[in-house]
T-cell receptor
Framework: TQLLEQSPQFLSIQEGENLTVYCNSS?????LQWYRQEPGEGPVLLVTVVTGGEVKKLKRLTFQFGDARKDSSLHITAAQPGDTGLYLC???????????FGQGTTLQVKP | NAGVTQTPKFQVLKTGQSMTLQCAQD?????MYWYRQDPGMGLRLIYY???????DKGEVPNGYNVSRLNKREFSLRLESAAPSQTSVYFCASRYVRSEQFFGPGTRLTVL
């Protein structure tokens, strides 16, 4: 049973386009993390959101945590080929350190 | 400062063989984790160790055992490998309530 549904699973866009990745659950999380993973490497943390309604920006990436702390989104503005990779959301329950990952979104940005 | 290291990087086993995946971190982190990553499934937690001397099951523990040898090292053992255990295995560590740092992964094929 996938507790964290991530969509879309695949996305192929042209350089300069905008995109949004969604992460949804029926469970409440104490925090929601977004990771990026390159081929042959482990995931690397991009951001952690903790408070319901929180919005964090990292250059062209905007992360939002839902008011009820059950869902999150990642928006990329003016995507570049360097944004290509696998994006993973992960929810932590009750500050246990145990993460539940979404299925991942494979993003390809074509020049 | 090497972060999280994993050995081996690649391994091919025959059904029924056993092996141990090694993980070490030099960041003085309290908690360590073992995940497996399969296509379309994201990462799933196998076992974790909240602190030295303790281990606990994650989402998919069947067929695996772990040992928290000391604060630095956390090993994962497959006693009798099965083709369903073909996967990429990641070790991660974290300090108290901080991000998880992932190793580069071990790519395991069971024939």
């Amino acid at each position: 049973t996938q507790l964290l549904e991530q969509s879309p699973q695949f996305l192929s866009i042209q350089e300069g386009e905008n995109l949004t990745v969604y992460c949804n659950s029926s469970s409440v999380f104490s925090s929601l993390q977004w990771y990026r993973q390159e081929p042959g490497e482990g995931p690397v943390l991009l951001v952690t959101v903790v408070t319901g309604g929180e919005v964090k920006k990292l250059k062209r990436l905007t992360f939002q945590f839902g008011d009820a702390r059950k869902d999150s989104s990642l928006h990329i503005t003016a995507a570049q080929p360097g944004d290509t990779g696998l994006y993973l959301c992960a929810g932590e329950k009750s500050n246990t350190g145990k993460l539940i990952f979404g299925q991942g979104t494979t993003l390809q940005v074509k020049p | 400062n090497a972060g999280v290291t994993q050995t081996p990087k690649f391994q091919v086993l025959k059904t029924g063989q056993s092996m141990t995946l090694q993980c070490a971190q030099d960041m003085n982190h309290n908690s360590m984790y073992w995940y497996r990553q399969d296509p379309g499934m994201g990462l799933r937690l196998i076992y974790y160790s909240a602190s030295e001397g303790t281990t606990d099951k994650g989402e998919v523990p069947n067929g695996y055992n772990v040992s928290r040898l000391n604060k630095r090292e956390f090993s994962l053992r497959l006693e009798s490998a099965a083709p369903s255990q073909t996967s990429v295995y990641f070790c991660a560590s974290r300090y108290v309530r901080s991000e998880q740092f992932f190793g580069p992964g071990t790519r395991l094929t069971v024939l």
